[in-house]
């Protein structure tokens, strides 16, 4: 299919702002639908960090990047066009959106879909270059790789104490470190000690990459904890309140935009999809591009029936 040009000030139908699993698979189907669509993005996804992507159909095993640059593809074969660049300003109004760039000027659409992932919220410690290849804040996605290595659970209390017993089956040794003392005398810490882990409250204050791979994790208590894999918490996520604040939407109690299953906001022209709040039904890389489905079936849907 040819690409249609449209003049730069002729607004787009819809205006998606971040190119990662979510945004990239609305433009997709956006694209399909023939519906004049921009998206704006910087490269740098989630899971960019990791050498693979795992538990994605068809995909598993592939390096994110292409990845990536497969979608971008198909999304080009439709005609979607592509900015690279970072996004620093949204309105929205009864008229229409704009969107403005941090060096290719300001967009205006019908409608804007966010589409910008969570930001992760690292601990200082993190070596470089360990951020998912070591350390990983989701006991499912990179895990199996470490089969059979030292695993160490980080964070404030529960969550770490389950994230330690799901990592269980994996781990040659299993610790628990977390910073809450009355977590360490609950049932999941308990169950946890029953599996021959062991379950500390304290600290962690540095870490630095071993020669023979891992990381040798150092806490306020001055113990020395060797890792072949650390899974953090899931709050290291926070909103990417940018954009949502700039445009005055609703928040929900954990500061996304509150939206509908379809990622309709408060405002009617401005969707919201990928990770919106932590107990989203939307989990992993595959559910964020299927709230990004979805959020692009309500916008044709909405042009559609108006
Ligand atoms: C280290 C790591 C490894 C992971 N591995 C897996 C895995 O193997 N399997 C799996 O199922 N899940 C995995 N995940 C989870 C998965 O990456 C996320 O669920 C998924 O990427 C979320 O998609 P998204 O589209 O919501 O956000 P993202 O993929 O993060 O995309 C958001 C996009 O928006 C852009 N952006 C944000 N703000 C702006 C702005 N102001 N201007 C311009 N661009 C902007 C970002 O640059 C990015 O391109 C992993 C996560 C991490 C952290």
Redesign the pocket.
């Known amino acids: 299919m040819s690409h249609q040009e449209h003049p730069q000030d002729s607004p787009y139908d819809v205006v998606i702002?971040?190119?990662?699993?979510?945004?990239?698979?609305a433009a997709v189907m956006l694209g399909r639908s023939k519906r004049r669509v921009l998206v704006?993005?910087?490269?740098?996804?989630?899971?960019?960090?990791?050498d693979?992507?795992?538990?994605?159909p068809f995909a598993h095993g592939t390096p994110?990047a292409e990845v990536?640059a497969k979608m971008e593809s198909d999304a080009d074969s439709y005609g979607v066009e592509f900015i690279w660049?970072?996004?620093?300003t949204a309105q929205a109004t009864d008229e229409g959106v704009t969107v403005g760039?941090?060096e290719s000027g300001t967009f205006l659409g019908e409608r804007l879909l966010l589409?910008?992932?969570?930001?992760?919220r690292l601990p200082a410690w993190i070596p470089q270059g360990e951020?998912?290849?070591t350390v990983?804040?989701?006991p499912?996605?990179?895990t199996r790789e470490h089969d059979g290595a030292a695993f160490v659970a980080v964070g404030a209390g529960e969550e770490t104490l389950q994230h330690a017993l799901l990592c269980r089956q994996y781990a040659n040794s299993l610790t628990a470190v977390v910073t809450d003392p009355d977590s360490a005398h609950s049932d999941l810490a308990a169950r946890l000690v029953k599996v021959g882990a062991q379950v500390l409250v304290d600290t962690v204050l540095s870490a630095t990459t071993r020669d023979e791979g891992g990381v040798l994790l150092v806490t306020e208590a001055g113990r020395e904890l060797p890792a072949g894999a650390v899974v953090l918490d899931t709050a290291i996520?926070e909103p990417?309140q940018?954009?949502p604040s700039a445009l005055g939407l609703d928040l929900n109690a954990h500061g996304f935009p509150r939206t509908t299953l379809s990622g309709r906001t408060s405002h009617p022209r401005v969707y919201n999809?990928?990770?919106?709040n932590p107990s989203s039904p939307?989990?992993?890389?595959?559910?964020?591009?299927s709230?990004?489905l979805n959020a692009a079936r309500a916008i044709c849907e909405d042009i559609a029936f108006g």
Not at 85 to 88: A, G, M, P, R, S
Not at 273 to 276: A, F
Not at 282 to 289: D, H, K, R, V
Request: aromatic share 10%; net charge positive; glycine share 12%.
């Open positions: 702002v971040g190119a990662g699993a979510a945004g990239l698979s704006v993005s910087l490269r740098n996804r989630r899971n960019s960090p990791a693979r992507v795992n538990n994605v994110p990536y660049d970072t996004v620093l760039t941090r589409a910008t992932g969570p930001l992760d951020w998912g290849r990983f804040d989701c499912y996605c990179h996520q990417n940018l954009l999809t990928g990770k919106s939307y989990f992993a890389w595959t559910g964020a591009a709230s990004g």
